[in-house]
């Protein structure tokens, strides 16, 4: 069975865990082989969860090969038409917009500010609140500046590396002495 990249990464997209993963491709009729080749998991771990849950039985949990896809859209339109669109986004000057907050409580992410930081299904932005603006930044930009502000606390000429490991030999000489 040729396996879709696309198809799969759509059926595990809702799931957080590997575990759920699993079970969801399973009830999608994937090999177990393959769900683990996909996954980048042994076949064993596969198993295991799938076994497992059969043994736990149907006390209200997961029961094998019936893996709750309520979830699981076949086509992935965020919006049943550019009406329903324009009620949640509307672009002001090409560089703002106007975001109204879904029933569900989310926001949607235009496909022009995706792009502008190189985003896409299942990417990270981070969020940061200041006062009563929220500003979103790429996750590589927020790790980038993490990395900044923490170099910026380290004096020059200090390697941290170094400094740890001259830390750990005293501290094992000392539980040397003690012994």
Wanted: hydrophobic share 40%; aromatic share 6%.
């Amino acid at each position: 069975m040729a396996l879709d990249p696309a198809r799969l990464n759509e059926i595990v997209r809702p799931h957080s865990t590997v575990s759920d993963r699993i079970r969801a491709l399973d009830a999608a009729g994937v090999p177990r082989a393959d769900i683990a080749r996909f996954l980048g998991k042994r076949y064993q771990h596969v198993r295991n969860v799938l076994e497992g849950d059969a043994v736990q039985g149907g006390g209200g949990g997961y029961v094998l090969g019936k893996a709750d896809l309520s979830g699981l859209q076949e086509e992935t339109a965020m919006f049943a038409d550019d009406v329903d669109r324009q009620r949640f986004v509307q672009a002001r000057l090409g560089v703002h917009f106007r975001l109204v907050i879904r029933p569900d409580g989310s926001i949607f992410v235009p496909a022009e500010v995706a792009a502008s930081f190189g985003v896409g299904p299942g990417d990270v932005l981070m969020g940061h609140i200041s006062g009563d603006d929220f500003n979103l930044v790429s996750g590589q930009t927020a790790l980038r500046r993490a990395q900044e502000a923490v170099r910026k606390m380290i004096p020059p000429g200090v390697n941290l590396a170094d400094e740890l490991i001259a830390d750990r030999r005293r501290e094992a000489e000392r539980e040397e002495a003690d012994d």
